[in-house]
């Protein structure tokens, strides 16, 4: 069964660039067909897709986070990683890793999930 678990960035200020990484097991992100995502959900509001990388390498990105967005991999230690930069307490979310077979958005498309990590944007 594949595992996926988010690092822990905590609390994040304004302006400062979040970092978060996904460590995956029993399972390699370089295996043919899947997109390993970043997923996120604010307080009171629905899923927000970020974006995917490829079993490629190939990144995908929400045209409205595109801007400040990159996602980078590490095949030697099968983790992905999120760099948001320019971050605002509208940043504040449950961030998810995740993984399915296509790169359109589809929340019922993951079959696996990491459990969430919280990120606060405060001073």
């Known amino acids: 069964q594949v595992q996926l678990q988010e690092s822990d960035p905590g609390l994040v200020k304004p302006s400062q660039t979040l970092s978060l990484t996904c460590t995956v097991s029993s399972g390699s992100i370089t295996t043919t067909y899947y997109y390993w995502s970043w997923i996120r959900q604010p307080p009171g509001k629905g899923l927000e897709w970020i974006g995917d990388?490829?079993?490629?390498?190939?990144?995908y990105y929400s045209p409205s986070l595109k801007s400040r967005t990159s996602i980078s991999r590490d095949t030697s230690k099968n983790q992905f990683t999120l760099q948001l930069s320019s971050v605002t307490p509208e940043d504040t979310a449950v961030y998810y890793c995740?993984?399915?077979?296509?790169?359109?958005?589809?929340?019922?498309?993951?079959?696996?999930w990491g459990q969430g990590t919280q990120v606060t944007v405060s001073d």
């Open positions: 990388i490829a079993y490629s390498g190939s990144t």
């Open positions: 995740a993984r399915s077979q296509s790169s359109d958005y589809d929340p019922s498309g993951y079959d696996y």
